[in-house]
Every structure is written in C-alpha cells, then in structure tokens.
C-alpha cells in the first residue's frame, strides 16, 4: 500500500521480498526434477548441481535487470512466473523420462525459457517506458495481421493436427499468433484510449444500448474482422475465442458499459453455433466435452486425462510416480491432466492460484494506473493470461470443450513460452511506472505558481 504525504506518493520497492520469493519459486522447480529422479532411480541425478546452477542463474539474471531498471516494480509478478516455469520444466522432464530411451525436450524447452528471459531483459533495459507504445496503434495492427498469415503462406506454414497455425524454420516450428497476441493486445489498448469518449457517449440508441458511431468503431471492427477471419480459416478457433474475449474485455474496460459484455456474450454464442454446424474438429471437440465415453477411439485424450485425475485424487501419485505418458499430447496440451495425476487436484489448484495470483497483480497494477493507456494495456495482458488458463485448464478438465491452447509457462513449445516472457517483462515495466514516486498533484498548488512567477509581491514592498 502507498505511503500518502503531502507531496510524493511512494511504494516500497520490496526487491529483496522479491529476491527471497523467487529462491522459493525456483526451489519447488528444483524440487519436482530431484524427486522424480529420487522414486524412479533411488539417487539423485549426477547433473542435478549444474541444473540449479543453470535454473537459479536465469532467475537471479532477470531479479538483478528488475533491480537495476524496474525497482519499483511488482515483486510478485517475477517469483509467480519462475514458480509455473519450473514445475512446467519438470513436467518435462519426468514425461521425457517415459520413453526408451528418454527424450530431451526438456532442454529445447530450457533454451525457448532463456530466450523468453533475454526478451524479457530487453523489455526492461530498452523500453523502460511503455507509454511511447500508444502511438504506433496501426503499425502493431499491421504487425500483428501479418504475423497471423505466415502460416498461409506456402513453404513456410505447416498443418498439424487438422490447423495450419505453424511456421517451420529449419528445425524449429513457431506459432505466430502466440506473438500476435502480444501485438494487439498493445494495439488495442492505444486505439481504444483515443476513442473511448466517441465510442462510450456519440452515437444511436436502441433498446436502451448506446451503439457507436461507425466511423469510430470501423477501424477497430476491420482490424477484428480480418483477424478472426485469418484465425478461423486457420481453424485455430482457441486463438478466435482468445482475440475476441480479449476484444470484448477491453472494450467494456474502455468504455464503462455492460451492455458490450452483454451483446459479446450473445455474439459468441451465436458464432459457437455457427462454427459447430460448420467445422468437424469443432463437433468432434463438443462431443468429448459432453459424451467422452461414448467414442472411446476418437475422444482418447479426454478419457485419458480423466483417468489420469482419477489415479492421482486429491494428493496425487507423486512425481515420477503416475503414468502421465498414457495421455497423448501429456506435454503440451495436457500437461494439466499430468500434474493432476502426479501432484494431485491439490497441485493442480494450488498451481491455478498462482496463475490467478498473477493476473491478480496485473489487475492491481492496471487499477494503481494514472493513464488510461497503462489501464488497458494492464487490463488486457493480465486479462488475455487468465482467459487462455482458463479455456485451457477448463478443457482438460471438461469444465470447457477443448480450445488446443497452450498453458502459459508449462506446456512445451517455444511460441507459448517466449511471448509469456514478453508478457512479464511489459507487465514489470507497467508495474514500474505505476509504482515509482511521483509529485502528488497537491504540490502543484496556487502558491508554487506565484512564487515562481511573481518577485515577493508582499505587501510589505509594496507599501
């Protein structure tokens, strides 16, 4: 909480909090890959020093640019995202340990985990200040809608699993709506903070509802138009619910009326309905959400994972002690159902506490704002986290039909990790900004202005 005086507002940095918490986060990762080796081998594994070595390393590298660039950012934010990061890695790496002989794609995962690091890094050395973002509104549109079509484009896109949302270079597959996300959400916090007056106040009523004005609202719709265009033609319609949730939120945020929540709730209705009548992938996905048992063939991962729960119950397997190998796809779009058999449904809720912990945070520091550029964009990164956890873990879980998004920080794969790691190092620069003292606006008073003005107009020199 701040400390209000007279003239500053101040929040206490709390770095070494930071500091203390993050040890913690990376030690709970540590934890998971020591006992994994410790029930399958009996020992602990010979590389287990240069492992934390390496762990605790990148840690303490993003603490240090934190302390250097961003004191006063939020000391939550960094330890949360370390603790998800590293249950995530030993996921991995005991789903590696499953086959014969064992996978490494717990090491590819650690290098997308540095990369998103150095990302991070840069975010907090070079831009230092966000709010210069809200003026490239349609170069991070443009940006953003060509970062969606290169999987179109031949050569370089490549289809799996019935979508086309991935590009290959050289070994390497990458998601670019993952970095697309990223973009617009940026673009449209800086657009809707220029047109929030026109879009809340002008325009017709009906039904009680103010709509805006066309010419307000048509460079946003184009924007929006093409964008879930691209993603549905993609048949990437877990990214389509991501965008247009996040479209929605903002708006609302922006605007102050529910009715937006109102008219996006019967929107999305009316569009799930249409892409279940169309699209095959989405009628195969509705039916293991509502009768998984019914296709035993077809809806394996979804009985699977629920298995999976079963065999863990409320205290879980212990790590290395399921068999999270017999869920397809246990490393990227199931990792939930692999914590829930090895940590238990008490793992798993306390790993979606931490994630609400997060966007929490961001909520916080998006309400703490004192531009309505800083509210968006807090409200919209922290908004679009919490959306994809909960279509996500909603999915596996058969809370949700399954969506083939990824969980942020622990699913393997690059594009997931990479853009996450954007998100913390902006939300961290947000946070900054937010925090850091400034000249409460009682100090600049009448009196300042005469000092500095006027020469000793007492009345002393004038008689």
Known sequence: MPDATDSVVVY?????????????????????????????DGRLPPEMLSVAMVW???????HMAVRWRAPY??????????LLNGVGLAMIHRIDLIAEPPRHDVLTQLVWTGLGMALAVAIIVVLRDHRPLQGYTYTLFLVGLVLMMLPMVPGLGTELNGSRVWIRVWRYSFQPAEAAK??????????LVDKRDALAVAGPRFLGITFPRPRDLAPL???????????????????????????????????ERPAWLVLGGVSFAGAALAASAVFHHVQVRIDAWLHPFQHY??????????????????LGRGWGLGRPGLTPLSKSDFIAAAIGEELGVTGLMALIMVYALF????????????????TLLATGLSFVFALQVFLIVGGVTRLTPMTGLTTPFMTHGGSSM?????????????????????????ELTMADDSTQLIAVPTGEARR
């Open 418 to 442: 990479v853009v996450n790691w954007m998100i913390v190092g902006l939300l961290l620069v947000i946070s900054h900004q937010v925090r850091r003292p400034v000249a409460a606006p009682s």
């Open 73 to 82: 950012a939020d000391p939550l934010l960094l330890p949360c995202a370390l």
């Open 182 to 191: 990223f973009v617009m959400t940026i673009a449209f916090a800086s657009y």
């Open 297 to 314: 063939d077809q809806n394996l991962q979804i009985i699977s994972a629920q298995f999976g729960f079963a065999w863990g119950g409320l």
């Open 12 to 40: 206490r940095k709390r770095r070494n909090v930071e500091l203390a918490m993050i040890l913690v986060a990376q030690f709970i990762g540590l934890s998971g890959y020591a006992l994994t080796h410790l029930n399958l």
């Open 56 to 62: 605790v390393g990148l840690g303490l590298a993003l």
């Open 359 to 374: 966007a929490f945070r961001g909520l916080r520091t998006a309400l703490a704002a004192r531009d309505d550029f800083s």
């Open 221 to 255: 719709g184009v924007m929006l138009a093409i964008a879930m265009t691209v993603l549905v033609t993609q048949k990437d319609l877990g990214m389509s619910m991501l965008f247009f949730g996040l479209f929605v939120m903002m708006l609302y945020v922006s605007t």
